[in-house]
């Protein structure tokens, strides 16, 4: 029972870090798309429109957040000493990255949301 858990942990860790994968690649793509329809039609320089650093952004969070989960459900599989302090550290950095990125979205969005 044990192996069958453990083989189901990791296999839900790749899945999870396919999701984020597909959500980064999916969110990049949007923005490109987006910033040159913008650069298009504008003759004010390449500075991207806020709506879609925001968008990128929150994206961009949720991927880390994804990924956050998929480092601790390794982890969760076998847990030695040299795991868990990778762990906090990929942790530490993870959770850092998204307090600014979100910090960043706060400060950027016009509605405050």
């Excluded at 296999?11 to 396919?18: G, S, T, V, W």
């Excluded at 706060?106 to 405050?112: I, V, Y």
Aim: no cysteine.
């Amino acid at each position: 029972m044990e192996v069958m858990i453990k083989e189901i942990a990791v296999y839900a860790a790749q899945f999870i870090e396919l999701l984020a994968v597909v959500v980064i690649l999916f969110s990049s793509i949007k923005a490109i798309v987006h910033y040159l329809k913008d650069i298009s039609k504008k003759s004010t320089g390449f500075l991207p429109h806020i709506s879609i650093r925001l968008n990128l952004g929150k994206s961009l969070a949720i991927a880390l957040e994804l990924l956050l989960g998929a480092d601790i459900l390794k982890t969760a599989i076998a847990p030695g000493w040299n795991e868990i302090g990778q762990l906090a550290a990929i942790a530490t950095l993870r959770t850092a990255l998204n307090y600014f990125l979100e910090r960043e979205l706060k400060n950027s969005d016009p509605k405050g949301e």
